[in-house]
């Protein structure tokens, strides 16, 4: 039983993986390989290859028996600007892992993992999760082709749902909450779960995704994932060209995009991949009632399990019935390389446990210290407007500015956040507030935004900037801000008020409230005062 492994690397690796033969190989050992293979299957590795081909260079480490056979595959590339090792698809991928016959299941890895650490200069090498049921051995006890090979892992326990066990689901839909967010998003519109099957209508929706994965992306981890990674929308394209092995799906209320999903799946398994809902209908956790309307379709598709994925999203233990138990590893170039990260990484969960039995949580902490948090740090007045018999101005003929209204990806398009806590901290506001029902009003100059203002639900508990109001039934909160943190300038804010003004009226309000930091300018409190809004004593 002795095999061979080989490294293929740039062009010789593109055309190697492209060859006819070689791909009918490939193809034939995934369909014998005893774990998940679906995120090293052809279709997959190959369309990422191609995709992120200026960024990265291919790299196949192939084994190959006596008989010059293909018993092992694993799928490889280097960052071209930081010479990083990955596995294909790092970013995207939900599972790190090869392919290999199973006769060979215990041997192969570790020698492919030995021949890349020769021939492959790194610091190190972080994998994704080792996919369910893989062969982990060589991981927990090192064999002797890994001498010189650092590994070391971590563990966790990964949600997934069991659809043969149907009292979870049940027990979410029995819920009075659930219940009652569906019947509103019916009254709304028509509510439906599309399983997009032609390849031009999953082209058509893939383009509607980007600022709801983009915003999603950024209130939960500070980074514009379709922005940043200009590749990544394209790679998602591209894979809406294989919807065998890729599962899209998309929750409508009447025409509005609520929520969607797109990840792989294989002959009993969805695995969770990309996904975002509207921020906008937040207050009706449609995250949530995507997962039971999935969860419902997949049942009717004889698919077993929804594999939740690792990423310690609230919503995935809520809805899992089972775990796997997942090892991740990280290979080091050297043995000081090894303990130095592991001492760090002691040292941070150390300090983030004895944070937490303080009660202070970790993004709290990073935002206080990277961030001016205005919020806390400025003291407030409370300004009070009589909207009863105000002259309710067009404001229409006399803004030349598109003044939007509830159209959150306005908020995407600034660009003078000052570091990435600053951006989450703008859109995970928004999105709290949107699940308070309230309304952005957006203002836009040269495609650019200019300022952006809040009006509360009329007759709410007002609860912003760490302060609270009760309002009676026909008051509101007109709360304007500017994104770099202040009070818009004078021509800004008087469109933004004399705006939301308009709409509070027309939504019967009959008092206005805005709370007006102490350092705004003489300028803006005299604009405010004009507008009739008088310190409320």
């Known amino acids: 039983m002795t095999f061979t492994v080989t490294i293929f690397r740039g062009d010789d690796a593109h055309k190697t993986r492209c060859a006819p033969e070689f791909t009918a190989q490939w193809q034939s050992l995934a369909e014998i390989t005893t774990h998940v293979t679906v995120f090293q299957e052809p279709a997959f590795v190959n369309t990422w290859y191609q995709q992120y081909a200026p960024e990265f260079e291919p790299v196949l480490a192939l084994g190959h028996d006596s008989e010059n056979q293909l018993i092992g595959f694993l799928p490889l590339a280097i960052e071209k600007t930081s010479g990083n090792l990955s596995h294909a698809a790092a970013q995207q991928v939900e599972y790190s892992g090869w392919l290999c016959h199973p006769s060979y299941k215990n041997v192969f890895i570790s020698q492919a993992i030995a021949t890349v650490n020769q021939e492959i200069s790194y610091s190190s090498w972080r994998w994704s999760h080792i996919p369910p049921h893989a062969e982990v051995d060589w991981l927990i006890t090192p064999n002797s082709e890994l001498k010189n090979v650092y590994l070391h892992y971590e563990q966790v326990a990964s949600p997934i749902l069991d659809l043969h066990n149907e009292e979870k689901i049940k027990k979410i839909k029995k819920s009075k909450s659930v219940k009652s967010k569906i019947n509103r998003l019916k009254r709304k519109g028509d509510l439906h779960l599309e399983h997009i099957t032609d390849i031009n209508r999953a082209s058509e929706v893939m383009n509607l995704i980007p600022d709801l994965v983009n915003f999603r992306h950024g209130a939960a981890h500070g980074d514009l994932a379709f922005r940043e990674d200009p590749l990544q929308h394209g790679f998602y394209q591209a894979r809406t060209k294989n919807l065998t092995e890729n599962h899209f799906s998309a929750l409508w209320m009447g025409n509005t995009l609520l929520a969607f999903h797109f990840g792989g799946i294989d002959k009993d398994t969805i695995y969770i991949g990309l996904t975002a809902f509207d921020p906008r209908e937040s207050k009706h956790s449609p995250g949530v009632i995507f997962i039971l309307f999935l969860a419902e379709m997949m049942q009717q598709q004889s698919i077993r399990y929804i594999d939740l994925t690792p990423g310690g999203d609230e919503y995935k233990e809520r809805f899992c019935n089972d775990h796997h138990m997942l090892y991740r590893p990280i290979i080091y170039s050297s043995q000081t390389e090894k303990y130095i990260n592991i001492n760090k990484k002691k040292a941070k969960t150390g300090l983030l446990n004895t944070l937490a039995k303080l009660g202070i949580e970790k993004?709290?902490?990073?935002?206080?210290?990277?961030?001016k948090n205005e919020h806390t740090a400025v003291e407030y007045k409370l300004f009070y407007l009589n909207l009863e018999n105000y002259n309710l101005i067009d404001v229409s003929e006399q803004n030349s500015s598109p003044l939007n209204i509830q159209k959150y990806n306005d908020l995407l398009i600034h660009q003078g956040y000052s570091n990435s806590y600053e951006m989450q901290a703008l859109l995970s506001d928004a999105t709290q507030r949107f699940s308070k029902e309230e309304t952005l009003f957006t203002l836009m100059e040269d495609k650019k935004l200019k300022g952006y203002g809040w009006?509360?639900?009329?007759?709410?508990?007002?609860?912003?900037?760490?302060?609270?109001?009760?309002?009676?039934?026909?008051?509101?909160?007109?709360?304007?801000?500017?994104?770099?943190?202040?009070?818009?300038?004078?021509?800004?804010?008087?469109?933004?008020?004399?705006?939301?003004?308009?709409?509070?009226?027309?939504?019967?309000?009959?008092?206005?409230?805005?709370?007006?930091?102490?350092?705004?300018?003489?300028?803006n409190i005299s604009l405010i005062e004009n507008l009739g809004f008088q310190v409320k004593t």
């Open 363 to 371: 993004e709290s902490l990073a935002k206080k210290l990277q961030t």
């Open 455 to 523: 009006l509360s639900k009329l007759g709410s508990k007002y609860r912003n900037h760490d302060l609270e109001l009760t309002l009676e039934k026909n008051q509101i909160v007109i709360d304007c801000i500017e994104v770099e943190k202040t009070l818009p300038c004078s021509s800004t804010l008087d469109k933004l008020i004399r705006f939301m003004i308009s709409h509070a009226i027309q939504l019967g309000a009959k008092q206005a409230f805005s709370y007006v930091p102490e350092n705004t300018s003489q300028e």
